[in-house]
């Protein structure tokens, strides 16, 4: 098939895909003029020109209606303009089609002239157009956000008004956050806007996983409800807040580290805890997978300073709570759950190593879905070799000194570096834990046990452990070379053969 062949076919298959009313008419019409062009026997070039100039305006209408914009009648007044003078161009171009190679010779200039006119008809119709869809893309982004002012969406997502797609949802959230931070609460005529906008807001960012346009919150988006922090991970304390209206809670760096490092690790922790929340979101919809990451909001930084992760409040706590609490569960499910979770780090473009795998990186949720939380020491790899992410230097400063060894692999204590094999030993603690219910090496001090981990010595097996391929699998987790050790997609395999 020739260059005009293909864009004929482009064109046709355009037009069928497109959902503004008249554009599968237009299609038609320029495909006639496709076709009359294909017969001028002289100026191909421009001729061809022409053409592709044609096809260019049917994919700007495929690409903006695409988009799902209702129609308003000045729109589709406007298409139908198009259509009338792409029909003028072609009655234009079929009276040279009809002559012979020596008459059109003879009438070069004329042919020129057309051509020339022809596609000045095209520009003007092309610039009138960019306007009318924008015109009507502010329009609806405005009703979108004037009904979210009055309605709570989440008993109507098939509404009419209701984003449709993660760009759309973006620019919902965009235009109704500054409507948000606009508003005054205390006054009582606006209360009620205040009100709805906060839960649809919320609603929009569960829907689609994505922060906040501007994911630097102010205080009127979220407030610190206590000084006592109700939980501690690594680097930060976890104080209780509201955001939006919504229980939630606020990751504060330990005192200790400088400021300026503190709020380079929150952004990096921002960025990637981010992408992984999003992508989370996206599978769910298009693959129904249960949640594997805990939703996270934005961050925080006060008048005194400090510096704050907001993220979603855990319903059930972390895994490690639930484990010392003696709730019921089924290990293995929980297991396979954390795998799960594993494959989505793992396999993010770029790879991420998450760095610190363990019972307290795991929270579950209200359905007993363990998901994934605390990115302080998660890296990005742009580099693959073999089955793990080339490694990359970590630092690790914890309050007191004391870092999560028990959990770490060998190779992070010296040098200290990590890959996602290096997650895959954390992942074998972890089962440790899920099936004991006590931490790796519990009988043994913290000094011992930095001494056998850098070893490479693995915790005995612990009489609770019965299933030989469950013991079997932990040890190949163990295993003392990075290289060698499982990917997270051969160990879900073997835990799906249980």
Not at 56 to 84: R, Y
Not at 146 to 172: C, D, W
């Amino acid at each position: 098939m020739d260059a005009v062949g293909f864009l004929k076919l482009g064109v046709r298959l355009a037009g069928g895909l497109c959902g503004v009313p008249g554009v599968s008419v237009l299609a038609d019409v320029i495909v006639v003029l496709i076709e009359t062009c294909d017969n001028i026997p002289r100026q191909r070039q421009n001729v061809l020109d022409l053409q592709k100039r044609c096809v260019s305006l049917l994919e700007f209408l495929d690409a903006e209606s695409s988009n799902g914009l209702p129609t308003s009648k000045g729109l589709e007044k406007g298409i139908n303009e198009t259509s009338d003078v792409i029909a003028g161009v072609d009655k234009r171009m079929k009276r040279w089609a009809k002559k012979s190679k020596w008459k059109t010779f003879l009438r070069t200039g004329s042919i020129d002239d057309d051509v020339a006119s022809s596609t000045s008809d095209i520009d003007r119709v092309v610039e009138k157009l960019q306007l009318l869809f924008h015109a009507q893309a502010r329009r609806s982004t405005t009703e979108m956000v004037e009904h979210m002012q009055t309605f709570i969406v989440a008993a109507n997502k098939r509404g009419s008004l209701f984003p449709r797609n993660v760009e759309e949802g973006y620019n919902a959230m965009k235009a109704m956050q500054q409507v948000y931070r606009n508003i005054d609460p205390s006054d009582k005529d606006e209360k009620h806007k205040f009100n709805v906008l906060q839960e649809n807001i919320l609603e929009l960012q569960n829907e689609f996983g994505i922060v906040l346009p501007d994911p630097n919150l102010r205080d009127s988006e979220i407030q610190i409800t206590s000084q006592h922090p109700v939980g501690a991970c690594g680097l930060y304390d976890s104080y209780p807040g509201t955001y939006l209206g919504k229980e939630v809670w606020c990751k504060k760096l330990s005192y200790g580290d400088p400021q300026g490092k503190a709020m380079m690790r929150l952004r990096r922790e921002l960025d990637i805890w981010s992408k992984l929340w999003k992508k989370d979101q996206e599978l769910r919809r298009q693959e129904g997978t249960p949640p594997r990451v805990l939703p996270l909001y934005g961050f925080y930084v006060p008048y005194d300073g400090a510096a704050y992760l907001v993220n979603a409040k855990p319903e059930r706590g972390t895994l490690r709570e639930v484990l010392r609490s003696g709730a019921q569960l089924d290990p293995i499910k929980i297991i396979k759950g954390i795998a799960q979770v594993l494959l989505l780090v793992h396999t993010m473009e770029p790879h991420i190593f998450h760095g610190d795998l363990n019972c307290t990186s795991i929270v579950i949720d209200q359905d007993w879905n363990p998901l994934l939380q605390d990115f302080r020491l998660s890296k990005t790899a742009f580099d693959v070799s073999g089955p793990t992410a080339v490694t990359h230097t970590i630092e690790k400063h914890t309050p007191g000194g004391i870092e999560p060894v028990r959990w770490m692999a060998p190779e992070t204590f010296n040098p200290r570096v990590g890959s996602t094999s290096s997650d895959i030993w954390s992942f074998g603690m972890v089962m440790y834990e899920v099936l004991t219910r006590t931490d790796p090496y519990h009988d043994l001090p913290m000094f011992t046990v930095i001494a056998k981990v850098a070893a490479g010595v693995i915790p005995a097996r612990p009489p609770t452990i019965t299933n030989d391929k469950i013991w079997d699998l932990m040890k190949e987790c163990w295993t003392l070379k990075p290289a060698e050790r499982p990917s997270i997609q051969y160990v879900i395999s073997r835990l799906d053969s249980l």
